[in-house]
């Protein structure tokens, strides 16, 4: 069956970095293009990034464009979101998911935790 | 890009049905049929449970269904029962600015 399993969530400063993983498995990894998306706190859902199968084409929304950096590596069936220069406003539960038909997003990680604070 | 517009919560009594809104514009559900709704149960992960609009992946109950008219999309939930509490979303592609899909702002379901 699909499994997405992230890590590499934690507590972190205001300005520091932290990576996160996403590892794949029950599907054919590369034939599907990936997803990070957050919700903060008692909100809702934000999608941030995206990246194509290849890995050619991505997009970032603003609030983390500049800061944060998608990439996969198709031989390990992992998907990995940088964050750098982490805010106050950056801390959620960070989703890998994968795109389906028409955009949708049929699988979703468990989710990991990002938390940024003095 | 702004969030597609959903009523923060709606509610119903066991057996009854309620529909959940979900409005955007032209450059989104008004154009595109890629609308999808999610269920997030506390504590878990989205669940896709409709996807383009009306369908419904498989393993999903048919008491869900889907509807789109011009800028407005809706998810109606029959037969409510007590495991259907749970907030749900809405989804879209979008062709606005460089963002390709945005979610709705959250619609909270109480089973009376």
């Known amino acids: 069956q699909v499994q997405l399993v992230e890590s590499g969530g934690g507590l972190v400063e205001p300005g520091g970095s932290l990576r996160l993983s996403c590892a794949a498995s029950?599907?054919?990894?590369?034939?599907?293009?990936m997803i990070w998306i957050r919700q903060a706190p008692g909100k809702g859902l934000e999608w941030i990034s995206y990246?194509?199968?290849?890995?050619?084409?991505?997009y970032y929304a603003e609030s983390v464009k500049g800061r944060f950096t998608i990439s996969r590596d198709n031989t390990k069936r992992s998907l990995y979101l940088q964050m750098n220069s982490l805010r106050d406003e950056d801390t959620a539960v960070y989703y890998c998911?994968?795109?389906?038909?028409?955009?949708?997003?049929?699988?979703w990680g468990q989710g990991v935790l990002v938390s940024v604070s003095s | 890009q702004s969030a597609l517009t959903q009523p923060a919560s709606v509610s119903g009594s066991p057996g009854q049905s309620i529909t959940i809104s979900c409005t955007g514009t032209?450059?989104?559900?008004?154009?595109?049929?890629?609308v999808s709704w999610y269920q997030q149960q506390p504590g878990k992960a989205p669940k896709l449970i409709i996807f383009?609009?009306?369908n419904r992946p498989s393993g999903v109950s048919n008491r869900f269904s889907g509807f789109k008219s011009g800028n407005t999309a809706s998810l109606t939930i029959s037969g409510l029962q007590t495991g259907d509490e749970a907030d749900y979303y809405c989804?879209?592609?979008?062709?606005?600015?460089?963002?390709?899909?945005?979610f709705g702002t959250g619609t909270k379901v109480t089973v009376l």
């Open positions: 032209k450059n989104d559900i008004g154009t595109y049929n890629y």
């Open positions: 383009d609009v009306s």
């Open positions: 029950g599907f054919s990894f590369s034939d599907y293009y």
């Open positions: 989804g879209s592609y979008t062709s606005g600015d460089i963002l390709l899909y945005v």
């Open positions: 990246m194509s199968n290849s890995g050619r084409t991505i």
């Open positions: 998911a994968r795109e389906s038909t028409g955009r949708s997003i049929d699988y």
